[in-house]
């Protein structure tokens, strides 16, 4: 659900803010390509890191994302928006697939024999429709109250780096209790 809501507001807030700050597609392009490049090579580095070493460097580098966050939200500039852009990417490169790896081992925890495929997409999908639900009234808060766009697109960003956090601390308690924990929490329930 964590990871459903980041996605949601990731592409809201991410796709909208270069181009509020850059205003135009070619520098778009620019930065697109920046940020491309350098996951690319951080992913590439990080590569054969084990799932308990990026997470322990996943705490120190959202910690890091966070301040950047908080930066750009400070600064709505060009500056502002390739240094998160950059951290952000590295943070990704390393915690995103510790994050994927938790949820898939988390879903297999839930439902090892595979019954409840039906019921995760339709909750997955339930996420993203309150996301766009979300999303709506934001567009017509805007429309309607003249409320800024610029205070929507920085509160995303906070509300983004909240989410980024807490699906990492969420993953990091999987893998600290494991396979048996998710079980008998979900039993228990």
Do not use: C, H
């Amino acid at each position: 659900m964590v990871i459903s809501a980041a996605w949601m507001l990731d592409w809201l807030a991410y796709a909208i803010i270069p181009f509020v700050i850059l205003g135009n597609e070619l520098n778009m392009g620019v930065y697109l390509t920046v940020s491309s490049i350098v996951g690319i090579i951080i992913s590439i580095a990080t590569n054969r890191l084990a799932v308990k070493t990026k997470a322990k460097l996943g705490g120190p580098l959202l910690a890091i994302v966070s301040l950047t966050d908080a930066f750009l939200v400070a600064n709505f500039t060009p500056f502002a928006l390739y240094l998160n852009s950059i951290v952000s990417t590295v943070a990704g490169s390393i915690v995103a697939p510790m994050e994927f790896d938790m949820s898939v081992r988390i879903s297999n925890a839930m439902d090892s024999r595979n019954e409840m495929a039906v019921e995760l997409n339709i909750f997955q999908e339930f996420v993203y429709t309150v996301a766009r639900i979300i999303v709506g009234s934001i567009v017509l808060a805007i429309i309607a109250f003249g409320l800024p766009v610029l205070l929507v697109l920085k509160t995303l960003i906070v509300l983004y780096a909240l989410l980024k956090i807490t699906n990492y601390l969420l993953s990091v308690k999987f893998l600290k209790y494991g396979k048996n924990a998710v079980i008998a929490s979900t039993t228990a329930n």
